[in-house]
Each structure stands twice: as structure tokens, then as C-alpha cells.
């Protein structure tokens, strides 16, 4: 199975900083990343697919990126509403597979 | 509107059974996978099982963590999947949730979860 590991594990940022999470893939898997939303107590939600693509209704601080088998999801400037977990998962090969997750807090 | 709606979740001992259903509305049921993860307390998410489309006659997938424990099965006519969970233990204590592949290959929409406790 592919392994993604993800850092950090948790993350203390004040509003409107620059936050940026990253997942390494353990082989090449294209773009097939997708990167999840987990708010507190609620479901995980799709927020960028192919590596780089939003998901309807995300806000455009959001964005995804990838260098090489490093993925990354950077929120532009942080929002209250941000605040959760964050997980990505790759699609390149059965299984899919995810990243261990980042706690996002606020500072 | 898509709606993932889990239940029969509960509290069950070690050596039980419990059989988990996702009713699903707003989307063409039958032309997609459906997939059950979990997600222990406190922990990250895992792929449990999950079922193809009739167009791919079914395959089904599991966790070696499951295998040979867990059945994942779907009813296209009432738009239902299931999760048969056989000799469970501890370790499978978790909020499982229901999710849909729209030919995406990723996890396009979520349940709420349906919350699983395996003890004595």
C-alpha cells in the first residue's frame, strides 16, 4: 500500500496567517491527491481534489500544490471557520489511503 | 442534495455481530462505488471495505484489518449499503461513516457516522 505521511500533527496559527500542511507519498501518484476538511464533531468534507483542485463551495484561500511526491495545502489567511482537522489521501492505487492528519488550532 | 443517512450502530461485546446500513438519496445510486471508513476516537481515518458499481460487477475491497470479519454488500433497488461486522473486537471501536466515489476515485460526500462500541 502507498503510504502518505502527513506533517505537522498539529499546528497552532493566529488569524489571517499563512498556514501550509504537507503530505509526502511513499511512490509516484500523479495528482491523485485529494486533501479533507474535518471541522470539530462533524464529517470529514472533500476540499481539493487532483492534487490542485477546489471542491464546490471552497473558499479560494484554499489551494492545493505539488512538487515532485510532495503535496501541500496552504490556507491563505486563516479564518475561524478553518479551525479542524486536515487530511490527505491518495487515489493513485488501491487502497486508498490517508495521511495521518494535522490539527489545525487557532493561536 | 446528496444524503448519506448510517445507522444500527451500537454497543455490542467482543465475539459479536452487529450489521451497520447507509441509505442514500440524490445522486445515481447505482452507477457508483460506496465505501464504509472509520475513524477510531481521537484517531485518524481508515478504509474499512468498499463496493464497486454493477458496471464493475461488484468488486468489493477490504482492510486486512477486516478481512474475513466484515461483509460489505448493496441493495441498488432501495439505494442501500451495508457493513455485516462478525466476531468484532475492541480494536474496531469507531464512528464508522458511509462515503461515495462519483467516479472520482475520492470520498465525494460523507455521513454523519454511526458510532460502533466494541466492550465488555
Known amino acids: 500500500d502507498i503510504q502518505m505521511t502527513q506533517s505537522p500533527a498539529s499546528l497552532s496559527a493566529s488569524l489571517e496567517e499563512i498556514v501550509t500542511i504537507t503530505c509526502q507519498a511513499s511512490q509516484d501518484i500523479g495528482n491523485w491527491l485529494a486533501w479533507y476538511q474535518q471541522k470539530p464533531g462533524k464529517s470529514p468534507q472533500l476540499l481539493i481534489y487532483?492534487?490542485?483542485s477546489l471542491a464546490d463551495g471552497v473558499p479560494s484561500r484554499f489551494s492545493g500544490s505539488r512538487s515532485g511526491t510532495q503535496y501541500s495545502l496552504k490556507i491563505s489567511r486563516l479564518q475561524v471557520e478553518d479551525i479542524g482537522s486536515y487530511y490527505c489521501?491518495?487515489?493513485?492505487?488501491?487502497?486508498?489511503?490517508f495521511g495521518s492528519g494535522t490539527k489545525l488550532e487557532i493561536k | 442534495e446528496v444524503q448519506l443517512v448510517e445507522s444500527g450502530g451500537g454497543l455490542v461485546q467482543p465475539k459479536g455481530s452487529l450489521k451497520l446500513s447507509c441509505a442514500a438519496s440524490g445522486f445515481d445510486f447505482n452507477s457508483y462505488g460506496m465505501s464504509w471508513v472509520r475513524q477510531a476516537p481521537g484517531k485518524g481515518l481508515d478504509l474499512v471495505a468498499d463496493i464497486s458499481s454493477k458496471s464493475y460487477n461488484y468488486a468489493t475491497y477490504y482492510a486486512d484489518s477486516v478481512k474475513d470479519r466484515f461483509t460489505i454488500s448493496r441493495d441498488d433497488s432501495q439505494s442501500m449499503v451495508y457493513l455485516q461486522m462478525d466476531n468484532l473486537k475492541t480494536e474496531d471501536t469507531a464512528l464508522y461513516y458511509c462515503?461515495?466515489?462519483?467516479?472520482?476515485?475520492?470520498?465525494?460526500?460523507w455521513g454523519q457516522g454511526v458510532m460502533v462500541t466494541v466492550s465488555s
Open positions: 462515503t461515495v466515489d462519483e467516479g472520482t476515485d475520492y470520498f465525494d460526500y
Open positions: 487532483d492534487a490542485t
Open positions: 489521501q491518495q487515489a493513485h492505487s488501491n487502497p486508498p489511503t
